[in-house]
């Protein structure tokens, strides 16, 4: 049988949003009661990102740990329940009204009612308009904890964000960092001076930021965030406005946001600051610091996450298309000579290509590579083809490429290719490469990395 | 609340030619308007019955900016969101 439910009057609902807005201002002071709570909200803030400080802090007042939240009707159309009897999270629902202009007659009719005409002299400001106004409704969201969708749903429910936690491609994730610094005019260079134990440094006058080459990829991924986030917030004309403190408050929490998003281990972020910084504050003062925090976080996650999904994206698609292809035309004792060979070939031409200062044409060979030697493998378990007529190969076409190349290929001299351990040393000191054209930088680049 | 203590979010309680009562925090308040404004605001409230405006206390303005950006009406997973479907489904 099924239930009636009274409807809820506008009184109540207005007694619902009282009651869920109540005490957020206590809220925001007690993000600053200690080390652990702010960590606690850093974290649930960078998750929910894409939603505002008031609906973040809604949802982990009423569902601590809440991971990916959804309407009901979002999580039907994606295949899954919300499980019954589960209590929906309130949030506040923003809503814009269609914007209105004068009419002829001095009625004000919505803008979408307006003829071409109309429309016509709207554009060009020959009416007066009034623009959309905010308003908000209550309305209920679930966590995927309370549907019967799983953790490993989440890459296909939210195909564009990266909800699977630990990222452990580090040349992704700086790639990511690549494209923050460019989207804000930021550059990276080498150290003007000895930075010592001090993992980086940023240049507020040149809107530069550089990194210790001692540093690991995981050190260096981190230190960015931090000093990014100088270089965004702390300019040489805002800089004034902060203390010492405040700014490296800031940049901590900022990349304790972020890193914390992406599953990097963020136990080395120190929060020190924050007993240094609270004493004294008003709200207002705390608010402020936690919406720039706020901001600079949600642009470095974005961006960072553009980056993986496309990267991700990418890998799909390729191991897609070796499927595919593996499937139109296996491997068989018919073309393995052929199959090798063109292997063979593809992984030498890739490594000729590949660049210490192009990840992509890293990437490539490694690709080739794995592809070539999946092949060998299994022409050699199969009997197609010994270890020996395999070498034999290899030798063969390596002879080839000798005689063609002697250096040059294509009237282009060649870079030298990197062994596996000068990769990983050229993976840490990428940071490096936009500005090391000149000798006297490589030199310092090599007396800092001794 | 929205971090910062002059704003709250009022629900409309009737809209007159000239004026509105609003109320929030328990409180009744009545705020000025332009008859034009009456007028579209009145319109606002026939048609959402279900609605609340930020309004500043100190000045007693209402539909003010929030100084935070809300950027939820863009997100898919929102779409649909309201009170009827949690009431028939799940309570």
């Keep these: 049988m099924s239930k009636t439910y009274a409807k809820k009057s506008v009184e109540d609902k207005r007694k619902e949003v009282e009651e869920l807005t109540k005490g957020m201002e206590q809220k925001v002071e007690q ?30 007042k009423q569902f601590r740990g809440a991971q990916a939240v959804g309407s009901f009707k979002f999580w039907k159309d994606k295949g899954f329940s919300v499980n019954k009897g589960e209590k929906g999270i309130k949030i506040l629902v923003p809503n814009k009204t269609v914007p209105k202009f004068k009419d002829e007659k001095g009625k004000w009719k919505s803008i979408n009612k307006a003829t071409p005409q109309e429309k016509k002299l709207i554009q060009e400001g020959k009416k007066e308009v009034i623009q959309g106004r905010l308003y908000f409704s209550v309305g209920h969201t679930f966590d995927i904890s309370q549907t019967n969708a799983k953790a490993s749903d989440l890459p296909k429910i939210f195909p564009n964000r990266w909800l699977e936690g630990n990222v452990e491609d580090y040349k992704a994730l700086y790639k990511g960092m690549e494209a923050i610094a460019e989207k804000n005019g930021i550059s990276i260079i080498a150290p003007k001076e000895e930075l010592g134990s001090a993992k980086g440094a940023c240049y507020p006058l040149t809107k530069e930021v550089a990194l210790n080459p001692r540093n690991s990829e995981r050190q260096n991924v981190k230190t960015l965030l931090h000093e990014m986030t100088h270089a965004k917030l702390h300019t040489t004309e805002s800089r004034a406005n902060y203390t010492d403190a405040e700014r490296e408050f800031q940049a901590e929490m900022t990349a304790y946001t972020v890193s914390s998003y992406f599953g990097i281990d963020t136990s080395e972020y120190s929060m020190d600051y924050l007993s240094h910084w609270t004493k004294g504050k008003s709200f207002e003062d705390k608010t402020k610091l936690l919406k720039e925090v706020h901001e600079t976080s949600v642009g470095f996650i974005e961006t960072i996450e553009e980056t993986l999904v496309k990267e991700r994206e990418k890998n799909q698609s390729l191991e897609k298309n070796d499927e595919k292809q593996q499937q139109a035309d296996p491997l068989s004792s018919e073309n393995v000579q052929e199959k090798m060979k063109e292997g063979y070939e593809d992984y030498k031409q890739k490594q000729q290509q590949e660049s210490s200062q192009n990840v992509d044409s890293i990437l490539d060979r490694v690709t080739a590579e794995e592809k070539y030697y999946s092949t060998k493998t299994q022409a050699i378990k199969n009997g197609w083809m010994t270890k020996e007529e395999a070498v034999k190969l290899e030798h063969q076409i390596d002879s080839n490429i000798t005689k063609n190349e002697k250096g040059v290929i294509n009237g282009q001299v060649q870079e030298k290719s990197l062994t596996f351990q000068e990769r990983v040393e050229v993976g840490n000191h990428m940071q490096f490469q936009k500005r090391t054209g000149t000798i006297k930088k490589k030199k310092e680049e090599q007396e800092l990395e001794r | 609340m929205f971090f910062n203590k002059d704003l709250v979010l009022a629900s409309i309680k009737a809209v007159g030619e000239d004026h509105a009562i609003v109320q929030y925090q328990d409180k009744e308040v009545e705020v000025n308007l332009s008859p034009e404004e009456a007028k579209e605001f009145h319109q606002y409230v026939v048609h959402q019955e279900n609605m609340l405006v ?34 028939d489904d799940n309570e």
């Design chain 2, 54 to 87: 930020p309004m500043n206390i100190k000045t007693q303005k209402l539909f003010v900016d929030l100084e935070e950006p809300w950027y939820e009406q863009e997100l898919e997973e929102l779409k649909g969101i309201s009170y009827q479907e949690e009431e």
């Design chain 1, 31 to 60: 993000h600053f009661h200690s080390v652990e709570d702010l960590k606690d909200y850093l974290s649930f803030m960078g998750k929910f990102y894409q939603y505002s400080m008031s609906n973040t802090a809604l949802i982990q």
